[in-house]
């Protein structure tokens, strides 16, 4: 259903490339570097962004923002810059004919963040965040290209971007967490794809049958199927439940 695609060289050489390719979608990870205690998500969009590039972005900043627990910033704290930082970021994108967004969710100077970035559970909800953004914004499939801010960039091949507080680098880590988003979309299948509920509880009572009295519950039925066949028999007030 996903397909994704890694493309190299100049910025607008990825783009262009990213064009003819027919890409349904693309995005730049990236990693943001300042201070020790620089602390926030955005998400940049190009100055000639789509309305689409534009509501993917805010929700991949709130979704980061949810997982992670910190602040978006961007315009109105809305968790995306459109046209970049006084326009740095926006040759990264604006060659682009389908939506396209370049993420900074986590500073990597910021010594709690990079320690999320250099784990794998931090990178896998990383991939998490991205892929299912992914999916939810272009639920029909395609082919989805991915660049690896900095890195593979003709004329200054050794870039790797911001020092990573405790080793490595900027572009390898956005790269380790673009190959997990890239493994979770190609092998995403929409019928095993399961919802979890944000309320644990959801899923708890979604297998049970309780009787209520004066908003008291006084029981509870666990042993419940979606399956099964769930019958009120008003007449005799009898509830039957019959495994299929």
């Known amino acids: 259903m996903y397909q994704v695609k890694f493309?190299?060289?100049?910025?607008?050489?990825?783009?262009?490339?990213?064009?003819?390719?027919?890409?349904?979608?693309?995005?730049?990870?990236?990693?943001?570097?300042?201070?020790?205690?620089?602390?926030?998500?955005?998400?940049?969009?190009?100055?000639?962004?789509?309305?689409?590039?534009?509501?993917?972005?805010?929700?991949?900043?709130?979704?980061?923002?949810?997982?992670?627990?910190?602040?978006?910033?961007?315009?109105?704290?809305?968790?995306?810059?459109?046209?970049?930082?006084?326009?740095?970021?926006?040759?990264?994108?604006?060659?682009?004919?389908?939506?396209?967004?370049?993420?900074?969710?986590?500073?990597?100077?910021?010594p709690t963040q990079a320690e999320w970035v250099r784990s794998e559970e931090g990178q896998n909800k990383l991939a998490k965040v991205l892929a299912d953004s992914i999916i939810d914004f272009f639920p029909g499939g395609g082919l989805i290209a991915f660049s690896v801010g900095h890195k593979y960039k003709t004329r200054r091949p050794h870039d790797r971007g911001a020092a990573v507080y405790g080793g490595g680098t900027e572009a390898d880590y956005a790269e380790i967490v673009l190959e997990k988003a890239k493994n979770i979309l190609e092998t995403y299948d929409p019928a095993l794809h399961y919802d979890e509920p944000e309320n644990g509880d959801e899923e708890i009572y979604a297998h049970h049958i309780m009787v209520v009295k004066d908003n008291k519950e006084i029981w509870v039925h666990t042993d419940v199927d979606e399956d099964d066949e769930v019958m009120w028999d008003a007449e005799n007030r009898i509830l039957y439940i019959t495994t299929l």
């Not at 979704?63 to 810059?81: C, E, N």
């Open 7 to 110: 493309y190299t060289g100049e910025y607008s050489v990825r783009q262009r490339a990213a064009n003819r390719d027919k890409c349904v979608a693309y995005v730049e990870q990236h990693f943001n570097a300042a201070t020790t205690t620089a602390n926030y998500v955005v998400v940049v969009t190009g100055a000639n962004a789509s309305e689409t590039s534009k509501t993917w972005g805010r929700s991949y900043a709130q979704r980061i923002s949810d997982v992670f627990k910190i602040p978006m910033a961007g315009t109105g704290r809305s968790g995306i810059l459109v046209g970049g930082w006084n326009g740095r970021g926006n040759a990264n994108l604006k060659y682009t004919d389908m939506p396209a967004i370049l993420l900074e969710p986590l500073f990597v100077s910021n």
